[in-house]
T-cell receptor
Framework: QKEVEQNSGPLSVPEGAIASLNCTYS??????FFWYRQYSGKSPELIMS????GDKEDGRFTAQLNKASQYVSLLIRDSQPSDSATYLC?????????????FGKGTLLTVNP | EAQVTQNPRYLITVTGKKLTVTCSQN?????MSWYRQDPGLGLRQIYY???????DKGDVPEGYKVSRKEKRNFPLILESPSPNQTSLYFC??????????????FGSGTQLSVL
């Protein structure tokens, strides 16, 4: 069973701080990595995708990927109360004829005003 | 408006009564998939489809069926629902499998209760 592990949280940070969310995955053949945000009672929405080692920045969000350590993270700078949500790490392995997408269980982030 | 439409939004049924949850997308996406979301277990993939007439099992396919006869539709069928299938279900689609088109667009979800 391919696994994606996240700290369930809750992770609580003050407004303006950096929130750091972490994810590890078990399948070395994984090729595509995503962070989705899910507000309570809503559908997940994509905030970042990353495919190669290193950092990828988009506004206040930075995704980091380290395939050797099988680790992907999301940093949220200048955290806002509107960032309070569950963050889901997702990993795709598309080896052979398979195309499996596996989500972690999510980390609940609370940003306190 | 580009969207994934799921129906119904809420469904209460009884054990053994066949039901279908519909999913339709208007974005000409090749890839469609179904997930269930349970507290403490996160989102788990039930089935996915790479294109018309091509479907494959996800991590939790037992008790479910799907079909992909048209590109836009991907219904989820529960032939004989049981209480352990009580869950929040999401349909999602993406333009194509493979980067960089893998962004998933989710439907609004279907909250199913099986009594």
């Amino acid at each position: 069973q391919k696994e994606v592990e996240q700290n369930s949280g809750p992770l609580s940070v003050p407004e303006g701080a950096i929130a750091s969310l972490n994810c590890t995955y078990s399948d070395r053949g994984s090729q595509s990595f995503f962070w989705y945000r899910q507000y309570s009672g809503k559908s997940p929405e994509l905030i970042m995708s990353i495919y190669s080692n290193g950092d990828k920045e988009d506004g206040r969000f930075t995704a980091q990927l380290n395939k050797a350590s099988q680790y992907v993270s999301l940093l949220i700078r200048d955290s806002q109360p509107s960032d309070s949500a569950t963050y889901l790490c997702a990993v795709i392995n598309s080896g052979g004829s398979n195309y499996k997408l596996t989500f972690g269980k999510g980390t609940l982030l609370t940003v306190n005003p | 408006e580009a969207q994934v439409t799921q129906n119904p939004r809420y469904l209460i049924t009884v054990t053994g009564k066949k039901l279908t949850v519909t999913c339709s997308q208007n974005m000409n996406h090749e890839y469609m998939s179904w997930y269930r979301q349970d507290p403490g277990l996160g989102l788990r993939q039930i089935y996915y489809s790479m294109n018309v007439e091509v479907t494959d099992k996800g991590d939790v396919p037992e008790g479910y069926k799907v079909s992909r006869k048209e590109k836009r539709n991907f219904p989820l069928i529960l032939e004989s629902p049981s209480p352990n299938q009580t869950s929040l279900y999401f349909c999602a689609s993406s333009l194509a499998p493979g980067p960089p088109n893998e962004k998933l667009f989710f439907g609004s979800g279907t909250q199913l209760s099986v009594l």
